[in-house]
């Protein structure tokens, strides 16, 4: 079985910074697209940034110019440099990637970690 390990949550004050990060675990042949998404209590879960395998980016318009995803091939991992964090930054962040094994293409999804941005 296929699992997404996350870790960089915590929290901080309103204009600090924060570094998530997400690895896989088990077997698998590649992973292609990866990103991040987060979800605020009372609210829908929303994407934050996407990159292809290539390194294509795409934002949520409420995150650029503060937020950066990167990821590193080699070790398979995915990143997201938050800065200037808002209150409104608030939210359970999970990571998601699209890999390819034995049984086929399919999304997988990190367990979550609390970000929290305190006024």
């Known amino acids: 079985q296929v699992q997404l390990v996350e870790s960089g949550g915590g929290l901080v004050q309103a204009g600090g910074s924060l570094r998530l990060s997400c690895a896989p675990s088990?077997?698998?042949?590649?992973?292609?697209?990866m990103g991040w998404y987060r979800q605020a209590p009372g609210k829908q879960r929303e994407l934050v940034a996407t990159?292809?395998?290539?390194?294509?980016?795409n934002y949520a318009d409420s995150v650029k110019g503060r937020f950066t995803i990167s990821r590193d091939n080699a070790k398979n991992t995915v990143f997201l440099q938050m800065n200037s964090l808002k209150p409104e930054d608030t939210a359970v962040y999970y990571c998601?990637?699209?890999?390819?094994?034995?049984?086929?293409?399919?999304?997988?999804w990190g367990q979550g970690t609390q970000v929290t941005v305190s006024s």
């Open positions: 990159i292809t395998r290539g390194g294509s980016t």
């Open positions: 998601n990637a699209r890999i390819y094994s034995n049984v086929g293409i399919n999304d997988h």
């Open positions: 088990g077997n698998f042949f590649s992973i292609n697209a």
